[in-house]
């Protein structure tokens, strides 16, 4: 599997991933990864639909968030994965707080580059649009992400990364492929970066339900 141990991808920074492993689908996802700080693996699922009682997954998702995240979670201290799992405002909060975040996602089952970039348009469109943020500036931030997926061809085991850092001001996304090596992104409108965190992070209405069960359920654990 194409893997970005070792590179630098995030701002000039230095990322390391630990040796240690956990399998994600049959997909090996490093435990932490280092930048400037610790990012340990809080949560984890896939994205799938189900046709005809077939199920076709298409990504492996590993949700890495620092450890300061749970001074900004104090008000959810005690609650069962069951309850975070349905809270809208527990997952507001952690998307608003200011840690640094990486989503990284795995393509289980190749796609066209220009599908997964309509896909996130129209979901990070539609909660902008929710939450009235949606103006020229976010409109032209969409286009220039779309476009960055439209020459890509999502391969098995392509890896697509989300960086989010602790200011909320921007975030990056990188595409690597095996062969190819990785492009990069910087996303430098502040709604459309928070709604690229909500899309993942964004409870019941999120792009993977097992990632946001998996979440709920360790952020008890974190939280116990």
Same mark, same amino acid.
């Given at each position: ?10 701002? %000039? ?14 997909? /090996?996802? &490093? ?5 400037? @700080?610790?990012? %340990? ?11 005809? +009682?077939?199920?076709? !997954? ?5 949700? $890495? ?21 349905? %809270?809208?405002? =527990?997952?507001? #909060?952690?998307?608003? #707080? /200011?840690?640094?975040?990486? =989503? ?11 599908? +997964?970039?309509?896909?996130? *348009?129209?979901?990070?469109? %539609?909660?902008?649009? *929710?939450?009235?943020? $949606? ?8 286009? @220039?992400?779309?476009? =960055?997926?439209?020459?890509? $061809? ?8 989300? $960086?989010? &850092?602790?200011?909320?001001?921007? #975030? ?11 492009? !990069? ?18 409870? &019941? #209405?999120?792009?993977? &339900? ?7 359920? @360790? +952020? ?5």
């Amino acid at each position: 599997m194409f893997s970005l141990t070792g590179s630098k991808y995030v701002h %000039d920074l230095q990322i390391k991933m630990s040796l240690q492993e956990v399998m994600i689908n049959e997909n /090996p996802f &490093p435990a932490e990864i280092t930048t400037t @700080k610790q990012l %340990d693996l809080v949560g984890q699922g896939i994205t799938d639909v189900e046709i005809h +009682f077939l199920q076709i !997954k298409y990504y492996a998702i590993g949700i $890495y968030i620092e450890k300061d995240v749970i001074h900004h979670l104090e008000n959810w201290k005690g609650k069962k994965g069951t309850e975070l799992e349905e %809270d809208d405002l =527990f997952f507001d #909060a952690l998307v608003s #707080a /200011p840690v640094e975040k990486i =989503f990284r996602t795995v393509v289980i089952k190749e796609i066209k580059g220009s599908q +997964f970039g309509v896909q996130l *348009e129209n979901a990070v469109r %539609d909660r902008l649009a *929710e939450a009235d943020k $949606y103006e020229e500036e976010e409109e032209e931030e969409l286009e @220039k992400i779309t476009e =960055f997926f439209q020459s890509k $061809y999502m391969k098995k085991d392509s890896v697509i990364t989300f $960086y989010f &850092p602790a200011t909320h001001s921007t #975030a990056e996304i990188t595409f690597a492929t095996e062969g190819k090596g990785e492009t !990069k992104i910087k996303v430098e409108n502040a709604n459309v970066a928070e709604m690229m965190q909500k899309w993942y992070l964004g409870g &019941p #209405a999120a792009v993977s &339900p097992s990632t946001v069960k998996s979440l709920s359920e @360790k +952020f008890e654990e974190i939280l116990s």
